[in-house]
């Protein structure tokens, strides 16, 4: 017996020596295939075992303890094609060379789809995916004005140039009138809050997206067609956008720095004001045209100076800086990725500014090969500082710039601001912003917890849990001694939004091989979705001393108010996704979806799409075509939904308020039980490729038939209320996306990369509701067709301009020739407004055309790449030129300096007509005499750098070191020499008095450690 146990007891000493023996290494290098050069930073995993590491700074990489046996090593790169071999692991050192090829379109990439990870060739429906390198180290306050120009399909337009303004994007034209039009976000795989979360828009739009640091962001999916947007229902309905975050990964700790500083200013210089000789000239014209012998009856303050506003009110060396930390790394169980940045930008006019601190933490740990949990938090604290703008008001720095005349000193003597005597009832925007208070502060915190079970071989449930916390606490003070409250005193306005969105999902996804050709792989998803609102608001009045912003310091209560708002939304979804031989794959997908907007018997939705994709270089024909690398065909149809309107419309509710001091309750929405969704059928089809290893690209052909639009129909009042929300109305987008890349060089000390898209969207509404009268209803403004049949949504609709009459110097529009029996024969010109014709412009406020051009150069470390947007086929309208280029109406406030061209005598080819105090015949009312073609290029993003090699940075405890210059919209060019404004306005069309687009010149600097 004793002899047994010794026998046992020097078997299992001998047995760690054993499994030593039999454990392997496996090293080598990873290279391109075309150029030799080492790819540091190429993961290598071993597939079976979970493990793996990555390429050094030396081009090496090295993975130890291997089992002895055979296995799949799998290497990856971006922007390189993922290689996979069998390879036989030996005791003690095994070499594993990999020659790596460019994937120059991510053809063999996976698609982030929020809900699962899809290899691209088998994904049938239409994404574009936007790398992380775009992000980082921007210079703008909001990620997605980085996606601008970054994928077809996709237009961006700021609400305005205020750091942290919301961005307008849209996602192939617009497919509603009356519900929303906006894309849903999705981060991380949940749907998230987006956006603005401030009550006040008279101070700028406050985007809740940026509160996102852009440097953690790994990569940017836009999803477009019903295929890709089915596990999002109704939400998905005008397209999403996926973002996913940096995350942990295998490997040494990894840390990164990167501070950068610039200087803002205008993107472009926009109209200038009037000078002050040229403004006493027009006096002096103007008043004898209208019967004066003088100007008198108009005084107006001059010391003898000449003063330019636009330049008072602007921030000349507006700063902007950025400076963020991180550290990435893990291990065979627990991987980290821990960031943390601040951000400041200064915007060109005074009195604009963002701050930013942000923070995140992302863990995921695997405890067995069963469970796996991770959990993402990320947090914010986000700070704008802006001003009136957009409006008339009074205090506006925009509108000053311009409507003080030039004669008006800005300042006193001593430099102070001037608050006297200014001749025009407006404030002075100097004095406004150093003593006011225009203030949004966010706090954010997102926390997205995954929870993943390997149930079997091909089951994996998945149940993530989120909660989006956004809370923006306003503060506007006005100070009791100049402007908007000195009537009383003085006023102090605190405002509270806080909104909670949570949702809880579930995915189920089995795989199963019914044989080597076949393969299905089945989701079923379950997701609820709960939205609440809570806002508070008071303001005080009269304030006893300069400095006191609280509402407990003014004297006067006068006003406050509270509310309370939520929604929900509960959803089933199925996805099948078949796959035959690697050639053909099909997906099909259905989603039945609640939504609180409708009443409990329309609540419910079904909704569906199919896919197919035919990977056409899987057979023989199309393989030995020599320069055909690879071609894929693909196509999609599916039905989608739109409940983007405002709460409890389907209900008939009533308003309390007061009546003469007395509680009162009244009539506030007629309601109507029959109210559901707005559906949209959805067809796609694309063709991608690849040749000559070189040149890839994809062509796509869309349209969507949008139908029972959620439209707000006009009511008789004798119902009580002036309109009532309906499901009528029909309207459709289609059209065609294209995008190519072209490796032009590609050596191992120089390369050259050109690329582009271009996307071409058609829109027109098909029905509309009709009155009582059988006609259909129309949605007009004196400038637009908002939703008229037969027209594209918000088309220019006005008076045409026919310029001056050189005779007598009077205004001309075009008018109809009308014969007797009503039909038109012709044109003519005629200098009564009211005679004039109304036509269509010819355009909307959308480009129908848009795109970017872009090109990269690499040559031993240095690089340079830009990216030039364009846009075409649109009509941009200067919604204040009627103040502005008066012809002598308002002339009491300051003028565009292109007044100058004015008619002055028999014979003179003017811009301006004769200027006359009081207007010439209206010529400053609507047409097209201000509507301007929008086209333009711009010179987005220019990059120039240096990546220091890594030989030079041994002994140095560096890895990396880029040093860089960014530029942003340094160059625009508008082809209508007419149009002095920035040509990228707002997506309504209208300059407005808004700040326009930022010009940046930025200097950084990047190490990894």
């Known amino acids: 017996m004793f002899k047994k146990l010794l026998s046992v007891a020097f078997i299992v000493m001998l047995a760690p020596l054993s499994v030593m023996a039999q454990t392997g290494v496996l090293t080598g290098t990873v290279t391109d295939q075309s150029t030799g050069e080492l790819l540091t930073g190429a993961s290598v995993q071993i597939v079976e075992l979970q493990t793996g590491g990555f390429v050094g700074i030396d081009g090496v990489y090295r993975v130890t303890n291997i089992p002895v046996g055979s296995y799949t090593v799998r290497v990856s790169y971006v922007g390189y094609r993922t290689e996979s071999s069998t390879v036989n692991i030996a005791a003690g050192e095994n070499t594993y060379d990999v020659q790596m090829r460019l994937d120059a379109t991510g053809l063999d990439e996976v698609v982030v789809t929020g809900v699962g990870n899809i290899e691209r060739q088998a994904f049938t429906g239409a994404a574009s995916t936007v790398r992380g390198d775009r992000f980082a180290n921007v210079p703008v306050s909001s990620v997605d004005q980085a996606l601008r120009g970054a994928a077809p399909g996709l237009t961006v337009n700021a609400a305005t140039g205020t750091p942290g303004a919301v961005q307008q994007i849209r996602i192939r034209g617009i497919s509603s009138v009356n519900a929303g039009v906006a894309p849903l976000f999705v981060i991380d795989g949940v749907p998230v809050v987006s956006g603005s979360n401030a009550s006040s828009t008279a101070t700028s739009s406050f985007g809740i997206m940026s509160s996102l640091n852009p440097n953690d962001i790994e990569s940017i999916t836009v999803l477009k067609d019903a295929a890709a947007t089915a596990p999002y229902g109704a939400r998905g309905s005008n397209g999403v956008i996926v973002i996913t975050t940096k995350q942990g990964r295998q490997g040494r700790t990894e840390y990164n720095a990167s501070y950068q500083r610039g200087v803002n200013s205008r993107a472009v210089d926009g109209e200038q004001p009037m000078d002050v000789n040229t403004r006493l000239e027009i006096f002096q014209q103007m008043f004898p045209n209208n019967g004066y012998t003088n100007f008198a009856a108009i005084s107006q303050p001059w010391d003898g100076g000449d003063y330019n506003w636009v330049e008072e009110t602007t921030n000349d060396g507006a700063v902007q800086q950025d400076f963020s930390l991180s550290a990435r790394g893990g291990t065979q169980t627990t991987n980290f990725y821990i960031s943390g940045g601040a951000f400041t930008q200064e915007g060109h006019t005074i009195g604009s500014s963002l701050e930013r601190m942000s923070g995140k933490v992302d863990v995921t740990h695997r405890f067995d090969d069963v469970v796996r949990i991770s959990n993402s938090m990320q947090g914010s604290f986000t700070e704008q500082d802006g001003y009136l703008e957009g409006g008339g008001f009074f205090g506006n720095p ?27 009832p407006i404030f002075n925007p100097l004095y406004i912003q150093e003593n006011d208070l225009n203030r949004k502060r966010t706090y954010r915190f997102l926390n997205n917890t995954r929870l ?53 999902q579930n995915i189920a996804q089995y795989l199963w091989n019914l044989d080597a050709n076949n393969a299905f792989t089945f989701r079923l998803i379950s997701e609820t979705q709960k939205n609440t609102y809570e806002g508070f608001s008071a303001t005080g009045r009269g304030i006893a001393a300069d400095g006191l912003f609280n509402l407990n310091t003014t004297a006067t209560p006068f006003a406050v108010g509270g509310e309370t708002t939520d929604w929900g939304i509960q959803s089933f979804t199925g996805l099948v996704n078949y796959g035959f031989r690697e050639k053909l794959y099909s997906d ?77 309750i009244l009539n506030s929405n007629l309601g109507n039980q029959a109210l559901t969704w707005e559906t949209a059928n959805s067809l796609d089809i694309a063709l991608e490729f690849e040749m000559f290893e070189r040149l890839t690209g994809s062509a796509t052909v869309f349209r969507k038939d949008s139908e029972n639009l959620l439209f707000s129909v006009p009511l008789s009042r004798t119902t009580g209320h002036t309109a009532q929300t309906q499901n009528v109305g029909e309207l459709f987008n289609q059209g065609l996306e294209l995008e190519l890349n072209l490796n032009l060089v590609r050596s191992r000390d120089f390369s050259w990369n050109v690329g582009g898209n271009y996307t071409f969207v058609d829109n027109e509404v098909t029905k509309l509701p009709v009155d ?108 204040w030129a009627g103040f502005q280029r008066g012809d002598g109406r308002n002339f009491i406030w300051g003028q565009y300096a292109r007044q100058a061209d004015r008619w002055q005598q028999p014979g003179d080819i003017a811009e301006n007509p004769l200027p006359v105090w009081g207007g010439n015949k209206n010529s400053s009312l609507g047409s097209s005499r201000f509507l301007y073609d929008g086209d333009h290029l711009r010179l987005q993003d220019l990059r120039i750098g240096y990546n220091v090699p890594a030989n030079l940075l041994q002994g140095t405890g560096l890895s990396g070191l880029n040093v860089y210059f960014l530029g942003t919209n340094l160059w625009t060019y508008a082809f209508d020499e007419s149009l002095n404004h920035d040509p990228a306005v707002p997506a309504d069309g209208f300059t407005a008095l808004l700040t326009p687009p930022l010009k940046s010149y930025t200097f950084g600097v990047s190490l990894n450690f």
């Open 398 to 424: 925009n509108l000053a710039g311009y409507f003080f005349p030039a004669n008006i000193n800005p300042r006193n003597e001593d430099g102070t601001p001037n608050i006297g005597t200014l001749g025009v």
């Open 452 to 504: 993943e079970l390997n149930l079997a071989d091909n089951l994996l449930v998945t149940s993530r849990f989120s909660v989006d916390f956004v809370e923006t606490v306003e503060k506007y003070y006005r100070n009791r001694a100049y402007g908007d409250a000195v009537n009383f005193n003085g006023s102090v306005n605190d405002i509270n939004n806080r909104n909670i969105n949570w949702v809880w």
């Open 588 to 664: 099909v997908s259905f989603r039945y979806e609640g939504n609180s907007r409708f009443a409990s018997d329309e609540r419910w939705g079904s909704f569906w799409s199919v896919g197919l994709a035919y990977v056409l270089t899987e057979e023989d024909f199309f393989r030995n075509l020599g320069f055909l690398d690879y071609a894929r065909v693909r196509t999609s149809y599916g039905k989608t939904g739109n409940a983007s309107i405002g709460l409890n419309l389907y209900q008939a509710t009533v308003g309390f308020g007061a009546y003469a001091g007395q509680p009162s």
């Open 772 to 879: 009582g009268d059988g006609n259909p209803i129309t949605i007009t403004t004196g400038t637009r067709y908002i939703a008229v049949e037969g027209y594209a949504v918000n088309t220019w609709y006005m008076r045409s301009w026919a310029g001056v009459d050189p005779d007598n110097g009077d205004p001309l529009w075009l008018k109809d020739i009308v014969d007797a029996d009503g039909n038109v024969t012709g044109q003519e010109t005629t200098n009564n407004y009211n005679e004039a014709s109304l036509y269509d412009q010819g355009a909307a406020a959308l480009p129908r055309v848009f795109g970017s051009f872009n090109t990269r150069l690499d040559f031993r470390g240095f690089y340079a790449s830009a990216t030039m947007y364009y846009a075409f086929g649109y009509k941009v309208y200067d919604d």
